[in-house]
């Protein structure tokens, strides 16, 4: 399934913004979702993921109490609400898809065992 991010943008910090991944012709209402992110000169590390069914969701340290992850099943996409954002924030993100997945717990902290499908990714810098 081809994945599509979208949402990032140029923000001030302390503010807001919403991902959104989707999958164009498919509903991710099936699949585990993951948004990762990637800073220049970073490794791609883990943001956040929901399981197939919403079995678990899971966030990083460094993104819990600030970001809520949550599916829309009316238009089968899976978005990312980041709030109170901060400079170390600034990153392209990205999100996958595992079908039918429940490895949130593992991927989450390994992005290379990502099975799925990839997204392009959508740039959030945060920066006053």
């Known amino acids: 399934v081809q994945l599509q991010a979208s949402g990032g943008g140029l923000v001030q910090p302390g503010d807001s913004l919403r991902l959104s991944c989707t999958a164009p012709?498919?509903?991710?209402?099936?699949?585990?979702v993951a948004w990762f992110r990637q800073a220049p000169g970073m490794e791609r590390e883990g943001v956040s993921c929901?399981?197939?069914?919403?079995?678990?969701?899971h966030y990083a340290d460094s993104v819990k109490g600030r970001f809520a992850i949550s599916r829309d099943s009316a238009k089968g996409t899976v978005d990312l609400q980041m709030n109170s954002l901060k400079p170390e924030d600034t990153a392209v993100y990205y999100c996958?898809?595992?079908?039918?997945?429940?490895?949130?717990?593992?991927?989450?902290?390994?992005?290379?065992?990502?099975?799925?499908?990839w997204g392009q990714g959508t740039q959030v810098t945060v920066s006053s």
């Open positions: 996958a898809a595992e079908f039918l997945g429940n490895r949130c717990s593992v991927i989450i902290n390994s992005p290379r065992s990502v099975t799925g499908s």
């Open positions: 929901i399981n197939y069914r919403n079995s678990s969701i």
């Open positions: 012709r498919f509903s991710l209402d099936y699949y585990a």
